[in-house]
């Protein structure tokens, strides 16, 4: 830990002011790397786009490079991987991109995009005791499988609030994954040809990279925590059912936030996921067909437009067009199945899962205001006469007339929160008992605690920040400045602090916490002890009880994950509407 008497400070005072060259490096086989001091705050050493991965071959495994290089390498090169811009779609998802900055345009984007950052705090090389090891959080970003990248802008995934927060005890880590159809193609031909799930494999050579290599940076990598929001927790769940929970994921602790993506389980020969692939190569100008050799030798710009354009061709329902999906290898099925039957990896201390109070809303289509538009939302979900039953006992479970008074845009909202989101956190809780802690992000209030904005406090280290980041979020103006204020004073340093806690400890309120937060207790229907962050409550932190993943709300879901695949239903059983007018129904293989 970091001794009270600074060198650093020493060294300043001092005037030893030390020059680049002394600046550390970290020694790969495929090149070296040297820190540079990080510009928002001089106490943090950033390695910045340090390769993890070769350039991954097109819809294949990554791997380490498998090339030899002595010489120092420049970190002045465009890492992005290949984006969505959900703004430029004709009928963007409701959702948005809320994460982008709009004021900066996105880095030039590239598939050779396997780099990281690492985030260290300058007094552990100043030490110059190579023993000294600190624990290291590991950040999975998210985007919907869409979007994304470690240098999404601003502060946000940059290590400062988590290094600041530990008092420059920890050390922050953050690499990309594919996105897209560049990381998210799966089904059955991929299976065969391809690389399904290419992202989660991005991800794994992530958390391998830093197994064998972060003691080079000072971390300890027998304490690494993989912390994720959305996509990015989402990717984090699948990482612990990896092959029914046989494979070590590389991290004893994890954080999820708002664990999100959309169920993707037909992947027999024809199905939804080959549809969607072949969809992709018709795009892509190689035909609704079956040519994966096509696609690999089509020029780059060409399939990134495909991609831009497979997001308008889908009808977005506001759900997520790509993602992690049932692979037989991998994902051997729906996580809410998995998790029943006990496959899932056990080795973990603690986990810190989460999410906010309203995560549907956003992402519940604008135009969602009859029951033709929810029937046409529930076929897109679930397709297929095959699972007609089904849609039906959602509509039982989620009567929109009569509960939600006919106001269709919450009601669907109430299912994307549960089916996509919440239900995902209890999973978790109840496979890690005793060393779960649950929040509920209700800041300032249930209705306005948007998905994403649980990010705010947590990655904010001064009020421009925080203003900027709620401007970029299309909060209005005068709510901005109601919440900054509160967000920077009240909701910022406790929030950083429990966060920095399990970070260093595996449990939030070890670093001087004054609220205790217990691990959760599922009382029979609700958990009780969950972390409750908002206005409604006196104090802005307080432990309560949660229903927004209560068993009676999850249990539906997963009755419903275990029919869906009991069912073995198809994308083939689907028919008129749902296939556009733009393209004629090829052959009899569709349908
Ligand atoms: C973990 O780091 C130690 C050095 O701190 C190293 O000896 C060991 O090989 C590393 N583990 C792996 C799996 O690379
Ligand atoms: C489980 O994790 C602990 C550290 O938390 C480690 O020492 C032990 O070897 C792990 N066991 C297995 C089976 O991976
Ligand atoms: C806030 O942080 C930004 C970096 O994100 C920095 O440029 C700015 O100077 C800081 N402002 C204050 C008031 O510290
Ligand atoms: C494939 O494209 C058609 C339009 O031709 C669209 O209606 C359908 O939803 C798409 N299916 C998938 C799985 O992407």
Redesign the pocket.
């Known amino acids: 830990m970091r001794s009270s008497f600074s060198l650093v400070a020493l060294g300043a005072l001092l005037g030893l002011t030390r020059a680049l060259e002394d600046l550390p490096v970290i020694t790969l086989p495929w090149g070296k790397y040297r820190a540079e001091v990080f510009g928002d705050d001089e106490e943090i050493l950033l390695f910045r786009n340090v390769r993890f991965g070769k350039e991954p071959p097109r819809f294949g495994a990554p791997s380490f490079p498998d090339w030899e290089d002595g010489s120092i390498q420049s970190p002045d090169r465009s890492t992005t991987c290949i984006q969505i811009n959900p703004k430029k779609l004709s009928h963007p998802p409701a959702g948005g991109n809320p994460l982008e900055d709009p004021h900066k345009s996105p880095a030039a984007q590239t598939e050779d995009c396997l780099f990281l950052d690492i985030y260290v705090p300058r007094w552990v090389y100043e030490e110059q005791d190579p023993s000294t090891l600190l624990p290291v959080t590991v950040w999975i970003y998210g985007g919907g499988f869409a979007f994304g990248s470690k240098n999404q802008g601003g502060p946000l995934y940059t290590g400062k609030s988590a290094l600041q927060a530990s008092n420059y005890n920890s050390i922050f880590v953050t690499g990309n994954y594919r996105v897209g159809a560049f990381g998210w193609l799966a089904g059955d031909y991929m299976q065969q040809e391809g690389q399904p799930n290419a992202g989660l494999y991005d991800q794994a050579l992530l958390f391998e990279w830093v197994q064998t290599y972060i003691n080079q940076a000072r971390g300890d990598n027998a304490s690494v925590s993989a912390w994720g929001e959305s996509a990015g927790a989402g990717s984090i769940l699948h990482h612990l059912i990896r092959e029914d929970g046989e494979v070590?994921p590389k991290f004893?602790t994890f954080a999820a936030q708002s664990p999100g993506f959309e169920w993707a389980w037909d992947n027999s020969p024809g199905g939804k996921l080959d549809t969607m692939y072949r969809n992709f190569s018709r795009l892509a100008g190689c035909d609704f067909d079956y040519n994966i050799d096509c696609l690999r030798k089509a020029p780059v710009a060409k399939l990134a437009d495909a991609n831009q354009n497979l997001f308008d061709l889908v009808r977005q329902t506001g759900l997520f067009p790509v993602g992690p999906a049932v692979d037989g290898k991998w994902i051997k099925n729906l996580s809410p199945i998995s998790f029943s039957e006990d496959k899932y990896w056990k080795?973990i201390?603690s986990g810190l899962i989460s999410h906010v109070a309203n995560e549907g809303y956003l992402f519940s289509p604008k135009d969602m205001d009859s029951e033709a538009k929810y029937d046409a939302f529930l076929n897109e979900f679930l397709p297929g006469s095959t699972l007609a039953p089904q849609r039906t006992a959602i509509k039982a479970q989620y009567d929109c007339k009569k509960t939600w008074l006919g106001d269709y845009r919450l009601c669907v909202a109430a299912i994307i929160a549960h089916a996509v989101f919440t239900c995902n956190t209890r999973d978790l809780a109840t496979a890690y008992p005793g060393k779960s802690y649950m929040m509920d992000y209700a800041f300032p209030a249930d209705g306005l605690a948007y998905h994403g904005s649980d990010l705010v406090p947590q990655f904010v280290t001064n009020a421009t920040e925080t203003e900027k980041l709620l401007e970029a979020l299309d909060i209005e103006k005068y709510l901005i400045d109601v919440m900054a204020p509160l967000i920077d004073n009240a909701i910022k340093p406790v929030f950083q602090n429990y966060f920095a806690s399990f970070g260093l400890y595996g449990s939030p309120d070890s670093l001087g916490a004054r609220l205790p937060w217990p691990t959760v207790v599922d009382d029979g229907d609700e958990f009780s002890d969950v972390m409750k962050v908002g206005l409604s409550w006196g104090s802005p932190f307080k432990v309560g009880s949660d229903s927004k993943n209560s068993k009676a709300k999850c249990s539906f879901w997963s009755g419903i994950a275990k029919e869906i695949v009991a069912s073995k239903a198809t994308y083939g059983d689907s028919h008129g509407g749902l296939f556009g007018t733009q393209y004629p129904i090829n052959g009899g293989n569709e349908l």
């Open positions: 070590d004893h080795n201390t």
